[in-house]
């Protein structure tokens, strides 16, 4: 009978966990939730993944991060930047028709960054990394 009650109390007490969790992610604001998607995201008017997972990998390292993690089969590169600080950023490149989206999610020490700066950083370079390379190609 002992274990059953104990049984009960250990259930309740991760059930518990699991609802804060939950209402964790529902108390975010959706608005907010889409301007930083805003900002993690841009489109690029390419077809060719390979150049821009190389773009992507370049502009991080331009920028001072250090490559964790690359694959160029999940379109996924992993870098972190160590000055004085722990920012992490992962990159996705995804294939959409005749372009290319690229999101940007950054991450200081283990919480999210909403500060639209790194990002800004990050697309700027990128941009212009993008448009050399489809001027040398030609």
Do not use: W
């Amino acid at each position: 009978m002992k274990k059953y009650i104990l049984l009960l109390i250990c259930v309740c007490f991760l059930g518990g966990c699991v609802a804060s969790a939950r209402q964790g992610v529902m108390d975010t604001n959706g608005e907010s939730q889409v301007k930083i998607r805003q900002m993690q995201t841009r489109y690029f008017d390419s077809t060719d993944k390979k150049t821009t997972m190389d773009s992507a990998i370049a502009t991080l390292q331009d920028l001072g991060f250090i490559i964790d993690k690359a694959s160029f089969d999940l379109g996924s590169v992993s870098a972190t930047k160590l000055k004085g600080y722990s920012l992490r950023m992962t990159v996705n490149v995804m294939p959409r028709g005749q372009r290319m989206i690229v999101r940007a999610n950054a991450q200081y020490n283990i919480q999210a960054v909403t500060d639209p700066e790194p990002y800004q950083q990050f697309f700027d370079a990128l941009s212009k990394s993008m448009f050399l390379q489809a001027h040398l190609d030609e």
